[in-house]
């Protein structure tokens, strides 16, 4: 063989050699590497990993006395098995893992925990975003295990036949599975809230009658078989300019156009119907609820005369979420629970209850103002919104002395006494709990009057119009123009009570009511 021959085949010996050096140096990183990453995840997937960041002082001692530790069979369950999508499914699971954890490292190095409201965090609305269901089916494939209850396996079954189409969720009934809440009560409500053990009352002290009126004022009205009394306003009537202007800020196109309404006086109450009123119609009424909406609805519109009132069935767990009873505005109840209590308190007092038509709640929340609220300043000033409150806070002084909303709220109703009324002496119409009104929702309604409207009410719709904002509102959604609607499908997917009952609670938490009482003057 010739040097030139060598020469060429040299080169090429050299180029394998170094070929199957990369490759096996690359493999070897690569095992390196896939080794390291494993390591990793294990190492992050671990309890005391997940504690660095989430820094909750209540996280790992509810964790520890939960059932999902704190239980006969020893079997613990970590953090990772219920807030990532379960393992077999790797690209979700380690997707899941790598967006979410990206995030607690930003949040714990950006942020200071001190100022969470971690009690909000693990309400429901927040939880169900990081628990989902397939974890929890992961480990519970049996529904109906030896020993469920009638009502578990009730529920169950609802879950079963509507999960998907609902999307249903494991902890809408079984919150404190995780993270043990001693304020959480799974299961149907046993007794009536203040009527009966250390809470007895002296039926003494019960009202014999409603309270008489014999002129447009004012009145304390009582209820008879009770020692339930609420203060109701005289509103008169008047004309005012319903909707708000184009050019008021974070107007929404259900509000145009702006035109003039006229509404005759009516009585309305100083504040949102209470807890202590909603258990006085409970303990009076509680029953299979098994009154056909569409017979309520008829008897309300119509005079009084009504034979007997079906009323609420039990509740599961106390329906106030722990946050309080007594004058603290009654929550999640449905429209058709309004307005049945409305019919009852009607029969009890001899005056004709009813929610307020849509025209009398702008009338009445606005106090003869035409601003964005009834009282000064501009929505840009305390709204949350917009890229500048990022760097500069809003002004909350003057909107935190008359509305419960995101910034004041601690993400829970409040008591009336916290707030100043409006210029009618009404308190809570922005703020607190959204309130339902008498009309169906049409986001074109104002388009279709013209001239002055006398008395307008809505009447063909498949939602109902809510007024008012809640205590999760920004101040952009507390308005007195600001209308939103009722959305069936989400807000009654998970009542345990199905399919046995008609539906007396919703899933929304930020929904009350208020009554109104027709004028005789």
């Known amino acids: 063989m010739s040097k030139i021959s060598k020469r060429k085949n040299k080169p090429k010996k050299k180029f394998h050699q170094r070929k199957g050096f990369i490759l096996t140096t690359g493999i070897t990183i690569g095992v390196v590497f896939v080794a390291a990453l494993y390591q990793t995840s294990v190492y992050f997937s671990t309890n005391e990993s997940c504690m660095v960041c989430h820094v909750h002082p209540h996280a790992e001692e509810s964790w520890q006395l939960s059932v999902h530790v704190n239980n006969g069979s020893g079997v613990m369950v970590n953090c990772v098995d219920c807030h990532l999508p379960p393992t077999d499914n790797t690209w979700a699971h380690y997707s899941a893992k790598a967006v979410l954890g990206a995030r ?25 975003k990081y628990i989902p269901n397939e974890s929890c089916v992961k480990c519970h494939q049996n529904l109906f295990p030896e020993g469920v209850t009638d009502d578990g396996i009730t529920a169950h079954l609802y879950y079963e036949e509507n999960a998907e189409k609902l999307d249903l969720q494991c902890i809408s009934c079984h919150l404190d599975a995780g993270h043990y809440n001693p304020n959480y ?21 019960y009202f014999k ?19 339930i009394s609420f203060n109701m306003i005289a509103i008169d009537g008047g004309t005012f300019k319903m909707g708000s202007p184009e050019k008021e800020s974070f107007r929404n196109s259900d509000e145009s ?103 009398e709640w702008e009338y009445a929340a606005r106090g003869g103002t035409e601003s964005a609220y009834f009282f000064p300043g501009n929505p840009k000033e305390f709204s949350n919104q917009g890229f500048m409150r990022n760097i500069f806070k809003p002004k909350t002084d003057s909107i935190s002395y008359y509305v419960v909303y995101d910034y004041n709220s601690s993400g829970r109703t409040q008591l009336p006494s916290e707030v100043m009324p409006n210029p009618f002496g009404l308190k809570n119409m922005l703020g607190n ?75 929304i938490k930020g929904i009350g009511f208020r009554v109104v009482c027709e004028s005789e003057f």
């Open 433 to 507: 709990v959204l309130e339902y009104t008498a009309d169906k929702y049409d986001p074109d309604a104002y388009s279709k009057r013209t001239g002055v409207t006398v008395n307008p009410v809505v009447t063909e719709g498949e939602e109902w119009v809510v007024r008012g904002g809640y205590y999760n509102s920004d101040a952009a959604e507390v308005r007195s123009a600001s209308r939103f609607q009722t959305h069936h499908d989400d807000w009654l997917r998970t009542d345990p009570q199905q399919p046995k009952s008609i539906w007396w609670y919703s899933d």
């Open 185 to 205: 009560a799974h299961g149907q409500m046993v007794g009536i809230p203040g009527m009966s053990g250390a809470y007895d009352v002296d039926t003494s002290l």
């Open 104 to 128: 607690d490292v930003w949040g714990y190095l950006t942020k200071d925990s001190a100022d969470f409201n971690w009690e909000q965090k693990s309400e429901l609305e927040h939880a169900v």
């Open 257 to 359: 156009p702006q035109h003039e309404v006229t509404v005759s006086p009516f009585f309305m109450a100083e504040i949102e119907t209470t807890w202590d009123q909603y258990w006085a119609f409970y303990a009076e009424t509680m029953s299979e609820g098994r009154t056909p909406p569409e017979v309520v609805y008829e008897n309300n519109l119509n005079a009084l005369g009504v034979d007997a009132i079906s009323g609420p069935t039990p509740p599961f767990g106390y329906p106030d979420q722990g946050w309080g009873q007594g004058d603290r505005p009654a929550i999640t109840m449905t429209h058709y629970a309004a307005e049945t209590y409305c019919q009852w308190l009607s029969e009890k007092t001899g005056k004709k209850y009813r929610l307020p038509t849509e025209a």
């Open 209 to 227: 009658e409603a309270t008489q009126i014999a002129t447009f004022a004012d009145f304390r009205e009582q209820i008879p078989g009770t020692a």
